[in-house]
């Protein structure tokens, strides 16, 4: 994948760009001008117009930063929309994708330098990857006390990304004991990009547990359950919706607690304790997808889509 250099970036109508910025030469700009902070990375199929906010929560941030922005448009997550587009003549997915908990690992950590690739920079600190390795212990010990069935979807493709995958796998092996490697790897969900993987996972899961991710606000976003648990002791970590989807810096014996409470409650019960909305981070309809928010929204502009 091809990425827009800094020079490139500015004539696209970026006026500040902070380090380690990454945006693909597949993304299009249409009246756009903005900001972008450090170690952010955009890959294909997106679509710059003014200003597009995943959600609510995005726009509270921009108020909150004293971020001056002409217009917002909460659309949604034009990835998810392509997978339900994806899979809208299927009768059935697969079912090697059914769990009962769905592990988002996260991101890899690279122990040095000299095996960190150039969008790993954000994870120097040490404690999010004690903290992400705390997470998947529990889990661990979770699901093998309780019997439930799990799968860990990686985040890299071994086609596409080969490197990345090695250093993905080399953040298991070096952090789990092998009997915790052996469990990990024998309930891993290769990544596979064209076909959605992670999604269907996700789609097919009782609850999803992750640090941070946004396949988190997808499952809360499509009506699914979530916890997020960051144990990372790092606050800007925590989850931008408080109550039973999110806890932090716990005992293993709390996270039992909760995520044992979320497995058995039915959703009606579970979205009745959270402090805002399902949509509030993203936005949401199976009705009424991104992928027409965005075209939608061109039209008004007078963008001729063809």
Same mark, same amino acid.
């Given at each position: 994948?091809?990425?827009?250099?800094?020079?490139?970036?500015?004539?696209?109508?970026?006026?500040?760009? @902070?380090?380690?910025?990454?945006i693909?030469?597949?993304? %299009?700009?249409?009246?756009?001008h @903005?900001?972008?902070?450090?170690?952010?990375?955009?890959?294909?199929?997106? *679509?710059? *117009?003014? #200003? *597009?906010?995943i959600?609510?929560?995005?726009?509270?941030?921009? #108020?909150?930063?004293?971020?001056?922005?002409?217009?917002?448009?909460?659309? @949604?997550?034009?990835?998810?929309?392509?997978f $339900?587009h994806?899979?809208?003549?299927?009768?059935?997915?697969?079912?090697?994708? +059914?769990?009962?908990?769905c592990?988002?690992?996260?991101?890899?950590?690279?122990?040095?330098?000299?095996?960190?690739?150039?969008?790993?920079? $954000?994870?120097?600190?040490?404690? /999010?990857? !004690? @903290?992400?390795?705390?997470?998947? #212990?529990y889990?661990?010990?979770?699901? /093998? #006390?309780? +019997?439930?069935?799990?799968?860990?979807?990686?985040?890299r493709?071994?086609?596409?990304?080969p490197?990345?995958?090695?250093?993905?796998?080399?953040?298991?092996?070096?952090n $789990?004991?092998?009997?915790?490697?052996?469990?990990?790897?024998?309930?891993?969900?290769?990544?596979?990009?064209? +076909?959605?993987?992670?999604?269907?996972?996700?789609?097919?899961?009782?609850?999803?547990?992750?640090?941070?991710?946004?396949?988190?606000? %997808?499952?809360?976003?499509?009506?699914?359950?979530?916890?997020?648990?960051? /144990?990372?002791?790092?606050?800007?970590?925590?989850?931008?919706?408080?109550?039973?989807?999110?806890?932090?810096?716990?005992?293993?014996?709390?996270?039992?607690?909760?995520?044992? !409470?979320?497995?058995?409650?039915?959703?009606e019960?579970?979205?009745?304790?959270?402090d805002?909305?399902?949509?509030?981070?993203?936005?949401f309809?199976?009705?009424?997808?991104?992928?027409?928010?965005?075209? !939608?929204?061109?039209?008004?502009?007078?963008?001729n889509?063809?």
């Open positions: 994948m091809k990425y827009f250099s800094v020079t490139e970036l500015k004539k696209k109508g970026f006026k500040k760009i @902070g380090k380690n910025v990454q693909s030469k597949n993304v %299009n700009f249409y009246k756009f @903005g900001s972008i902070g450090s170690n952010c990375r955009i890959d294909d199929n997106c *679509i710059f *117009i003014g #200003k *597009i906010s959600g609510n929560h995005d726009i509270e941030i921009c #108020k909150q930063l004293d971020i001056k922005v002409k217009n917002l448009y909460p659309i @949604g997550n034009l990835r998810l929309a392509n $339900f994806h899979i809208k003549e299927e009768n059935n997915s697969s079912e090697k994708y +059914n769990c009962d908990i592990l988002i690992t996260g991101n890899f950590i690279p122990v040095s330098n000299k095996t960190t690739p150039s969008d790993a920079v $954000f994870f120097a600190d040490k404690s /999010l990857e !004690e @903290g992400l390795v705390k997470m998947i #212990k889990t661990i010990k979770f699901c /093998l #006390k309780h +019997n439930m069935k799990l799968i860990i979807p990686l985040k493709d071994k086609k596409y990304l490197g990345f995958y090695k250093l993905e796998i080399n953040f298991f092996e070096r $789990f004991k092998k009997d915790e490697l052996e469990y990990i790897k024998s309930n891993i969900l290769e990544k596979d990009q064209d +076909n959605f993987s992670s999604y269907r996972a996700l789609l097919n899961s009782k609850v999803v547990v992750g640090g941070f991710s946004t396949l988190l606000r %997808n499952k809360l976003a499509i009506g699914g359950k979530i916890l997020s648990c960051n /144990l990372t002791k790092i606050d800007r970590y925590n989850f931008p919706i408080n109550g039973l989807c999110s806890l932090n810096d716990c005992s293993y014996e709390e996270f039992e607690k909760r995520l044992l !409470e979320i497995y058995s409650i039915s959703k019960n579970y979205f009745s304790r959270l805002k909305n399902q949509d509030y981070i993203e936005k309809s199976k009705n009424y997808s991104a992928i027409n928010l965005i075209r !939608e929204k061109l039209t008004q502009l007078g963008i889509q063809n």
